[in-house]
């Protein structure tokens, strides 16, 4: 059995940590590019067997990043892609890639949002997490 732990919801990025059977499987990233498939995302099976036309038409992008310490065994790789695949409503603009990637210390660091802002970079991903700024919070208060 997979559980959930949403570490990081951001309104174009979400963070999961996915656990089975009560230890840590693997991060998943979210990421809405809001932008077509790239010339590189182009060369990835399936896309490369598809007409450039109907590639073209695509317009938003989600990229689903599965990252671990060491690469999955087939039987999780196929079950996390069928569960995250569910996340993602597409239609004719939109469509999604999900990718695995291996990242050795990946479980090294806490879980923060430096140690998420590695994980995106060491997927090649140009997605830059914003900071809240201490004075941008909002402070509730009674009266």
């Given amino acids: 059995m997979i559980s959930l732990n949403r ?3 951001l309104s174009d990025l979400e963070v999961y940590r996915v656990f089975k059977d009560g ?5 998943a990233i979210i990421e809405d590019t809001k932008k077509p498939f790239t010339e590189e995302d182009k060369k990835i099976e399936p896309l490369c067997y598809m007409d450039e036309e109907d590639i073209n038409e695509i317009l938003n992008v989600f990229k689903i990043y599965l990252i671990n310490d060491e690469p999955l065994n087939k039987e999780d790789s196929v079950m996390l892609r069928e569960f995250f695949s569910e996340f993602v409503n597409t239609n004719s603009l939109t ?3 999900i990718q695995e990637y291996v990242q050795e210390d990946v479980y090294d660091d806490d879980d923060n949002v430096q ?3 590695k994980m995106l970079e060491s997927v ?3 997605y830059k997490i914003k900071l809240i700024e201490e004075k941008n919070w ?3 208060s009674q009266d």
């Fill in 138 to 140: 909002l402070y509730l």
């Fill in 23 to 27: 230890n840590i499987l693997s991060y």
């Fill in 115 to 117: 140690a998420y802002q």
């Fill in 95 to 97: 469509n999604f890639i």
């Fill in 124 to 126: 090649g991903s140009s």
């Fill in 7 to 9: 570490v990081l919801n």
